[in-house]
């Protein structure tokens, strides 16, 4: 039998395999460059991120190959296989120093291109009667990877991590979900206007059919999650049918959707009832200001409305300035009590 045309494949493979890694080089290189000085315009940047998503879906092309080699070869292959997690590994860790380098301001869930503009104001809501405890709900969108873990669970406080569908920059989320006992969904719906959206969003005329595929994908991916909260959505949630469709179908599979509430004018309110689903919204966003005494400041606010109403939703993002603030306010919020979303 003639071996020749499978060492040729294994040379190839060899070689395929060092051009993607000097790819990889490449790619580090550049993110060397931006740290030391280098301005980057927002077009070569997103050039950068084509070529990496390109060099993903390449490394998953070629770890999904499934020949029946010759046991002689199996040495090869192992050391082949072992040099593509490698890469992989490079890759992950190039995505969160991407990810790192451009911190997301939490505008973005509502006005990305307005880094001053104010939340969309919360619902009204009648005053507390009763003298029953004041509650809190503290929830933490944007919980990615497992720094942004360590980092809420450094608070030592019972707060609710709000967890990204896993993709390319962050597929371990849906993991890190399942290893906490108090976590929900942080559903990306379409923004009025945002230029990094996460894949899989869902869209303003999205069918019914389609949003019941994302949502049972969503349920595999975090199996006790029974709360999805909007990631931006500004658009989506202002839109009656779509948020219609979205409702009826959490609904069919007993979870219930809380409003990020990322415009004003939310159709949230009008759908739930209709439904005949409770309505559940944010009051406050924590860090919506840079600077560890602003959240400090949003932070007694969301104390003093729960105080008022019996209940309230803040919520923030797993930045150093907002951890720190929590650390620094447990006096305050021992005024109220902590609690999770099915509590209030």
């Keep these: 039998m003639d071996k020749h045309p499978l060492f040729q494949k294994y040379i190839s493979l060899k070689y395929l395999g060092w051009g993607l890694f000097g790819l990889v080089i490449f790619l580090s290189s550049l993110l060397i460059g931006y740290f030391i000085g280098f ?3 927002e077009d070569e940047l997103a050039r950068e991120r084509q070529q990496t998503q390109k060099l993903i879906q390449q490394i998953e092309q070629i770890a999904s190959i499934d020949e029946h080699y010759s046991p002689a070869a199996k040495t090869k292959e192992t050391l082949y296989n072992t040099e593509i997690k490698r890469l992989q590994k490079e890759l992950q860790l190039l995505l969160e120093e991407e990810h790192r380098r451009e911190p997301i301001k939490p505008q973005h869930e509502y006005a990305p291109k307005e880094p001053k503009a104010p939340p969309p104001p919360a619902a009204i809501r009648p005053k507390r009667l009763d003298g029953t405890p004041a509650k809190l709900v503290i929830i933490i969108d944007d919980v990615s990877y497992e720094r942004d873990v360590k980092a809420i669970q450094s608070t030592g406080l019972p707060l609710v991590m709000s967890f990204l569908p896993p993709s390319p920059r962050h597929p371990e989320s849906g993991r890190l979900a ?13 923004a009025i206007d945002f230029n990094d959206e996460e894949p899989f969003t ?25 709360y999805f909260n909007n990631h931006t959505g500004s658009k989506f949630t202002g839109d009656r049918d779509s948020m219609e469709k979205l409702i009826r179908v959490l609904k069919k599979e007993g979870i219930q ?27 406050v966003f924590l860090d919506h200001k840079d600077g560890v005494r602003n959240v400090k400041r949003q932070i007694k606010e ?13 919520i923030g993002h797993p930045r150093p300035d907002t951890i ?11 005024e109220v009590q902590l609690v ?5």
Excluded: C, W
């Design 178 to 190: 399942q290893q906490q006992n108090r976590s929900m969904v942080h559903l990306p719906l379409e």
């Design 302 to 314: 969301a104390v003093e409305k729960a105080k008022e109403h019996g209940t309230a939703i803040a």
């Design 257 to 283: 959707f809380v409003d990020s509430r990322t415009i004003g004018k939310t159709k949230v309110p009008e759908v739930s009832t209709l439904l005949g689903m409770r309505y559940i919204g944010r009051d």
């Design 324 to 334: 720190q603030a929590l650390k620094e306010s447990k006096e305050i919020l021992s």
């Design 202 to 226: 869902l869209h303003v005329g999205d069918s019914e059919e389609t949003i019941e595929k994302r949502v049972d994908v969503l349920k595999q991916l975090f199996p006790n999650a029974r």
């Design 340 to 344: 999770g979303i099915e509590q209030i």
């Design 39 to 41: 301005n980057q315009a």
